[in-house]
Structure formats: structure tokens, C-alpha cells
């Protein structure tokens, strides 16, 4: 079986190209999967331009994607508009979200092409693009067993679940999780003791043979940023470790962030993560890298 993972954007909050940026990457939010030759992809930010042009040079059979949204924030779906298969009249995009309306969707993406925001009409583009259902927060497409988990997050967001063959990916981005803590206080007060995540949290990520998760902030900057949807990385890492996840791509990098930033956040996380003994893998999701599961 062949579960293959591409970062296309990394980045949180806006685009952030530049010297500064160039390891990590400056792309929004976009995560493709190829599973046994069935495309996935996880948002549709500033790296889903990229990602459709590669798909537009591709010979072969037209495109078909599966395209789940966190949420509908704008550094999640502004890709859109510019994926250039979305143009053609051979494509079929599902297009999907936890929403008890499955016209919602189609409304939000359509919204951002409005004529105040965009040139050319959400109507005007050529490929069938369908509305998926997740009603109940979970379905079954082509084989890959698919659940969603509700996030804290100003308006909510979700987080996916893709199994098949007894691989486990799973992409939680846009997930304030610090304010769920069982134990916020003391964490705040001394950053060094491990963090009480629900269950239901560690559930739902666990045993992840992948789970790409946002760790936007710091320890340090997070009691500023309290209350705008972002988490500690290493609120990521100590979930990680008490989920039994085997990788754990630190995602959603702060626009603030250079690249040298990053590292030593990735550097502290992985110290964290050895220092409870566990065998869990602490990286920082790169614009371009590829993850075979
Ligand atoms: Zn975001
Ligand atoms: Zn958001």
C-alpha cells in the first residue's frame, strides 16, 4: 500500500515569502496525500497554487481530489481561486467540511471570489466541485476510513483522520488546545511539567503514524497570543508523547518566525520529547518535504 504525505504550506495566519522563510517555507496551509493513488488534500492555502500546478503537468487521467477544510479562515482557503484544476471541466473536487449544512461550504469558497475580492466568479470555474458529506464527522472514501474531531478555535475548527491498511495520518492544525488543559494553571506556572491533554483529544491522535499539528508559539509568547487559536509546540509534543504517535510534524509556523526561530523550536521540542523517554519523532513541517507512512 502506498500513503504518501506532501507538505505544499506550512505556514499559519498569511503568506511569508522570503530569505527569511525559504527552509520552512512561506505557503499557507496544504497538505496532500496520495493514498493507493486517491488524492487528498488536507486546506487550501497559498500552497494549494503550487500543488495544482504540478497536478496541471501531470499527463494521464483528469484530476480528481477529495479537499478537506479545517476551517474557513482565509490562510486556509486563499489557495483556492489559483488551483489551476479547478479551471478545467475534466475535474471533479470534492470538497468537504463538518458543517450541517453541506451548502456551507460551496457559500464560503464562492464568498471569497465575490467581485469585491476577485476577477473571475466562483461560477466561472470549469470543474464539477461537489460537496462532500461529513454530516457525521466521519466517512469512507475509496477505502480510507476518514473521522473529524472539533478543535478549540475562534469559530471552530476541525481536525481529520485518514486510515487505510493500518496506517494512521492524522492533521490538526488551527487547535488552541493549551485552554482544554486539565492542568493550564500549573502549566503556565512552571512550563517544564507535562501538560494534561483530554482524552478525547488523545484518542483521536492516537497511536498516529503522522500527526501534523499546529505549534505555532512558543512558551514564552503563548500568555500574549492567549485566546487567538494557536498552541505551545510543546503542548503538541507532550499530546504526541502521551498518544504513542510515532512522527509529529510541529505545522502552522508563525509569520514571525524565521527560519532559524523555527529550528530552535523544533530543537526544544525534541528535547522535551527524549527528555520523557519516548521514542516519538519531533520534526518541523517543510515546505516540499515528502513522508512515505
Ligand atoms: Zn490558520
Ligand atoms: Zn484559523
Given at each position: 500500500?502506498?500513503?504518501?504525505?506532501?507538505?505544499?504550506?506550512?505556514r499559519g495566519s498569511i503568506p511569508t515569502p522570503g530569505h527569511a522563510t525559504k527552509r520552512f517555507g512561506g505557503n499557507t496551509s496544504c497538505v496532500e496525500l496520495l493514498?493507493?493513488?486517491?488524492?487528498?488534500?488536507?486546506?487550501?492555502?497559498?500552497?494549494?497554487?503550487?500543488?495544482?500546478?504540478?497536478?496541471?503537468e501531470q499527463k494521464g487521467a483528469p484530476v480528481e481530489a477529495h479537499m478537506f477544510f479545517s476551517h474557513m479562515?482565509?490562510?486556509?482557503?486563499?489557495?483556492?481561486?489559483?488551483?489551476?484544476?479547478?479551471?478545467?471541466e475534466k475535474t471533479r473536487l470534492h470538497v468537504y467540511e463538518v458543517a450541517k449544512d453541506r451548502q456551507h461550504i460551496k457559500d464560503?469558497?464562492?464568498g471569497q471570489m465575490s467581485s469585491d475580492y476577485f476577477p473571475v466568479r466562483f461560477s466561472d470555474l470549469g470543474a464539477q466541485i461537489l460537496s462532500g458529506n461529513l454530516t457525521h464527522g466521519t466517512a469512507c472514501i475509496d477505502g480510507v476510513t476518514v473521522k473529524s474531531f472539533e478543535q478549540h478555535h475562534p469559530g471552530r475548527s476541525y481536525a481529520y483522520s485518514f486510515e487505510k491498511g493500518g496506517k494512521k495520518f492524522v492533521y490538526a492544525t488551527d487547535n488552541e488546545i493549551d485552554l482544554t488543559l486539565q492542568n493550564r494553571e500549573a502549566s503556565l506556572l512552571d512550563p517544564a511539567i507535562p501538560r494534561q491533554v483530554p482524552d478525547a483529544f488523545l484518542e483521536f491522535i492516537s497511536n498516529a503514524d503522522l500527526l501534523v499539528a499546529d505549534g505555532q508559539y512558543?512558551?514564552?509568547?503563548?500568555?500574549?497570543?492567549?485566546?487567538?487559536?494557536h498552541a505551545r509546540a510543546n503542548t503538541v509534543v507532550d499530546a504526541a508523547v502521551a498518544a504513542n504517535v510515532k512522527q509529529c510534524a510541529i505545522y502552522h509556523h508563525d509569520p514571525m518566525h524565521s527560519d532559524s526561530v523555527v529550528d530552535s523550536i523544533i530543537t526544544r521540542a525534541q528535547k522535551r520529547a527524549n527528555a520523557r523517554g519516548s521514542s516519538t519523532t519531533v520534526f518541523g513541517a517543510r515546505e516540499g518535504m515528502t513522508l512515505k507512512l
Amino acid at each position: 500500500m502506498d500513503f504518501l504525505v506532501r507538505f505544499w504550506g506550512t505556514r499559519g495566519s498569511i503568506p511569508t515569502p522570503g530569505h527569511a522563510t525559504k527552509r520552512f517555507g512561506g505557503n499557507t496551509s496544504c497538505v496532500e496525500l496520495l493514498i493507493d493513488g486517491v488524492l487528498m488534500i488536507c486546506d487550501g492555502g497559498s500552497g494549494l497554487r503550487e500543488l495544482g500546478l504540478r497536478l496541471t503537468e501531470q499527463k494521464g487521467a483528469p484530476v480528481e481530489a477529495h479537499m478537506f477544510f479545517s476551517h474557513m479562515h482565509w490562510d486556509h482557503i486563499q489557495g483556492f481561486p489559483f488551483f489551476v484544476p479547478a479551471y478545467s471541466e475534466k475535474t471533479r473536487l470534492h470538497v468537504y467540511e463538518v458543517a450541517k449544512d453541506r451548502q456551507h461550504i460551496k457559500d464560503m469558497l464562492h464568498g471569497q471570489m465575490s467581485s469585491d475580492y476577485f476577477p473571475v466568479r466562483f461560477s466561472d470555474l470549469g470543474a464539477q466541485i461537489l460537496s462532500g458529506n461529513l454530516t457525521h464527522g466521519t466517512a469512507c472514501i475509496d477505502g480510507v476510513t476518514v473521522k473529524s474531531f472539533e478543535q478549540h478555535h475562534p469559530g471552530r475548527s476541525y481536525a481529520y483522520s485518514f486510515e487505510k491498511g493500518g496506517k494512521k495520518f492524522v492533521y490538526a492544525t488551527d487547535n488552541e488546545i493549551d485552554l482544554t488543559l486539565q492542568n493550564r494553571e500549573a502549566s503556565l506556572l512552571d512550563p517544564a511539567i507535562p501538560r494534561q491533554v483530554p482524552d478525547a483529544f488523545l484518542e483521536f491522535i492516537s497511536n498516529a503514524d503522522l500527526l501534523v499539528a499546529d505549534g505555532q508559539y512558543t512558551d514564552e509568547e503563548y500568555p500574549q497570543k492567549s485566546g487567538w487559536g494557536h498552541a505551545r509546540a510543546n503542548t503538541v509534543v507532550d499530546a504526541a508523547v502521551a498518544a504513542n504517535v510515532k512522527q509529529c510534524a510541529i505545522y502552522h509556523h508563525d509569520p514571525m518566525h524565521s527560519d532559524s526561530v523555527v529550528d530552535s523550536i523544533i530543537t526544544r521540542a525534541q528535547k522535551r520529547a527524549n527528555a520523557r523517554g519516548s521514542s516519538t519523532t519531533v520534526f518541523g513541517a517543510r515546505e516540499g518535504m515528502t513522508l512515505k507512512l
